[in-house]
């Protein structure tokens, strides 16, 4: 199974598109990167992340899901030119009718920082194969701060 995904991220400097692409080649392993441009002011740069993730057989709730993900984040060509952090994250999801709910906690580090964030969203299926996915990540380090973001999701 293939998503692709399209989208945008509102930030601080506008709206920035996102790209992603996901693949679940068994029922419990999933794959995924994110690819985007970065624009602020006259520094332009490239974000993209890559994740693995497993989605287990026990539920923390019975009509849920769970998801298990580790990623990497690096920022390219900018200011920040090769700044790269990691993640763990636990995703919770439930389903009802044509509209799916999401809840996850991720932990971002490096070796010298650490930040938690919280990523809620909804996913509705517009078509067949094609889905919308709004929601926010919620950052509370340094200080409480959000990006909400908007996607289209298609399976391919």
Known sequence: KVMFHLG???S????QPITGLQLQPTSNLLLGGILSPQKDD???AIYYQILIGYIPNWKFIKTSSNMIQIGMH???FGEMDGSRWFSFSVMESTRLGSLSLNLCWNRLFTQKWERNTVLISTKIKLLKEIYLQSGAVAF???DFDYLPFLLISINL
Do not use: A
């Open 8 to 10: 945008g991220v509102q």
């Open 12 to 15: 601080v400097s506008g709206i």
């Open 42 to 44: 006259n520094d332009l």
């Open 74 to 76: 690096r920022y390219r």
């Open 140 to 142: 509370f380090t340094p």
